[in-house]
């Protein structure tokens, strides 16, 4: 198997991929133990659900792991790591706990103690200092309309507020009102539409084509499937094909070439 290295020590050891799945995989581990303990149904997102479906696990070269949740179960997620998660071994962080956060990246980072990692997207930094361990990535999903009349509006807007947030962000200067503004349509785009067959990402991800958004039939995400993943098993949606064609792509059984086989996420790391 081919060895992704991250970092090269002083000392002369590396830091690789492998290393880092290591710790994420006892994360989403002890994250699934808290849902299911408490019936927070959710599922691996984006590239977590390929690696999960294809590789029976991570993607050997994929350096990040992602889950999703509805919006509801995501407000009882959060109430609950307040209570569950080991304060010892993980920190959470989260628009709702800290107006610091920014609601352009995914809704939560689950960060490991005592480890570090710096992304490559410069542009959207880690504005909670406090802690820059390795995270696992919590996105949002919520009720939408299928019809580009009723949900283009609403995506648009939240598309025109994103590059003013991250300005001010960069600038150092905490735009909260634009940032509840932001996280208020979104909301409010979902509410609308709860009695919907449809379910996607929440409007605060602005980073895809509006017309060509993250739209799935709720029946293909739940109720979520436990399949395998490296030793143990972990959720997907119910129906992987459809989740991934529009998740992916329609050829996402495909490998890329090998010279785009390569992590992306991280500049720097310790662990």
């Given amino acids: 198997m081919e ?3 991250l970092k090269v020590n002083e000392d002369g050891s590396k830091i690789t991929v492998k290393d880092v799945h290591a710790v994420l995989l006892q994360m989403l581990k002890d994250i699934d133990k808290i849902c299911r303990d408490n019936n927070i149904p959710y599922f691996l997102n984006g590239g977590s659900a390929l690696g999960a479906y294809r590789h029976q696990g991570f993607i050997p070269w994929d350096d990040d792991a992602d889950i999703a949740m509805m919006k509801d179960d995501y407000y009882k997620f959060i109430e609950v790591l307040e209570k569950d998660l080991d304060k010892e ?11 610091r956060y920014n609601p352009l990246i ?17 542009l959207l930094e880690n504005r909670i200092t406090e802690c820059d361990g390795i995270f ?7 009720y939408c309309s299928d019809k580009k009349s009723k949900d283009l509006p609403f995506r648009l807007y939240n598309m025109i507020l994103a590059p003013v947030i991250m300005l001010f962000d960069n600038i150092k200067i ?3 009102i634009l940032k509840n503004t932001f996280i208020k349509n979104a909301r409010s785009y979902g509410d609308r539409n709860k009695n919907s067959d449809y379910v996607g990402f929440d409007l605060c991800w602005t980073f895809k084509n509006p017309l060509k958004p993250f739209i799935f039939k709720k029946s293909d995400l739940f109720p979520v499937k436990y399949v395998k993943f490296e030793d143990t098993t972990l959720p997907i949606a119910n129906n992987p094909e459809e989740y991934l064609k529009v998740a992916i792509a329609p050829d996402y059984m495909n490998l890329p070439p090998k010279d785009k086989r390569n992590p992306k996420h991280i500049v720097d790391i310790k662990l």
Avoid at 89 to 99: A, I, L, M, P, Q
Avoid at 136 to 142: A, M
């Fill in 3 to 5: 060895e992704y290295i």
């Fill in 106 to 122: 995914p809704a939560m980072k689950i960060r490991k103690k005592g480890t570090y990692v710096k992304e490559t997207n410069t």
């Fill in 89 to 99: 071994k993980y920190v959470f962080h989260c628009y709702e706990k800290d107006k």
């Fill in 136 to 142: 696992i990535d919590v996105f949002v999903y919520d």
């Fill in 174 to 176: 905490n735009p909260i």
